[in-house]
């Protein structure tokens, strides 16, 4: 799962107009989160595993990136053109993330697919969205070498009268 939040968190950091680019770590739910807006929050679950073998299980995951914006003031038709651009830039920043993040893998995982793209609850004040990636890979474990559990001991028994 790493593998997959280190790719999308680099190719996150050249999208135009994020000021803050992290894995997601509950920055949202804090009085004053610690980031810069506009922000993108990434996060990896797997809901579902796949057991093929005791070795081998396919991980079925979902990649959810929240992007969130700070909102000063509220919208309205009077609005200066300016600060409806300002607004609104939320949602050119979600078309801009797609864009990147779209068929997006490497040798690891299957490309990421989007499944959703929802409003979530914020601290007041705050845009979020989150957009839902879906992704799979095979997970091989690799097992150990197995020592005995008890080691060559020679054993002495002798018996007093």
């Not at 830039?89 to 797609?98: K, L, M, N, P, T």
Request: aromatic share 8%; proline share 6%.
């Amino acid at each position: 799962m790493k593998e997959i939040i280190r790719d999308i968190l680099k190719r996150l950091s050249d999208v135009t107009g994020l000021a803050y680019v992290s894995a997601d770590w509950g920055q949202l739910t804090m009085e004053q989160p610690p980031v810069e807006w506009p922000c993108a929050l990434v996060e990896v679950t797997v809901p579902a595993y796949v057991t093929s073998s005791v070795e081998i299980q396919e991980a079925r995951a979902v990649v959810s990136v929240t992007l969130a914006d700070y909102i000063n003031a509220g919208i309205s038709p009077y609005m200066l053109t300016e600060e409806y651009e300002q607004e609104m830039r939320i949602y050119a920043i979600i078309d801009r993330v797609h864009d990147v993040l779209q068929g997006l893998n490497t040798q690891g995982y299957s490309p990421l697919v989007r499944a959703s793209t929802r409003k979530t609850k914020a601290i007041p004040g705050v845009r979020a969205f989150v957009v839902e990636y879906e992704t799979q890979w095979t997970d091989e474990a690799v097992r150990a070498e197995l020592s005995p559990v008890r080691p060559d001991v020679e054993v002495n028994v002798s018996c007093k009268k």
